[in-house]
């Protein structure tokens, strides 16, 4: 059985999460990765995305996170979030209104730099979409 540690989730409205966790898996803006104890120390920026916690217990809560950033240390993981909730309690409508302002966005962007951005941002909020969404 892994190890045991700290993880914190935090968004501007609330703690979601404070618990001894197994595993945390975060959506790091170089990709996903894994947190377990005893992780070098990272700090990372979040994109749009899901993250998923294994509790000590073995089961695990799924979380939408819209970027921030993972502060890992060997004893814990402290994730800010700008926005974050339950994957359970997602509001489809708020997650289409982000696509649909992001598709705005990326149209009336002024330069290339900003339309790529705008479409990044885009891209990974379709992602996230089908990563929660049922067909």
Same mark, same amino acid.
């Given at each position: 059985?892994?190890?045991?540690?700290?993880?914190?989730?935090?968004?501007?409205?609330?703690?979601?999460?404070?618990?001894?966790?197994?595993?945390?898996? /975060?959506?790091?803006?170089?990709?996903?990765?894994?947190?377990?104890?005893?992780?070098?120390?990272?700090?990372?920026? /979040?994109?749009?995305?899901?993250?998923? %916690?294994?509790?000590?217990?073995?089961?695990? $809560?799924?979380? %939408?996170?819209?970027?921030?950033?993972?502060?890992?240390?060997?004893?814990?993981?402290?994730?800010?979030?700008?926005?974050?909730?339950?994957?359970?309690?997602?509001?489809?409508?708020?997650?289409?209104?982000?696509?649909?302002?992001?598709?705005?966005?990326?149209?009336?962007?002024?330069?290339?730099?900003?339309?790529?951005?705008? $479409?990044?941002?885009?891209?990974?909020?379709?992602?996230?979409?089908?990563?929660?969404?049922?067909?």
């Amino acid at each position: 059985m892994a190890e045991a540690f700290k993880f914190e989730l935090v968004s501007p409205e609330r703690l979601l999460v404070s618990e001894q966790v197994e595993s945390v898996v /975060i959506p790091g803006a170089e990709g996903e990765m894994t947190v377990m104890a005893h992780h070098a120390p990272v700090m990372t920026t /979040i994109k749009p995305g899901v993250v998923t %916690v294994k509790s000590v217990s073995g089961q695990e $809560e799924r979380y %939408v996170v819209f970027g921030g950033f993972a502060d890992i240390v060997p004893s814990g993981c402290t994730l800010l979030a700008e926005s974050a909730v339950a994957v359970k309690n997602v509001d489809r409508a708020d997650l289409a209104r982000r696509i649909q302002e992001a598709k705005e966005d990326a149209a009336d962007a002024k330069d290339d730099h900003s339309r790529s951005k705008a $479409e990044q941002f885009l891209s990974q909020l379709t992602t996230l979409e089908g990563a929660i969404i049922p067909a």
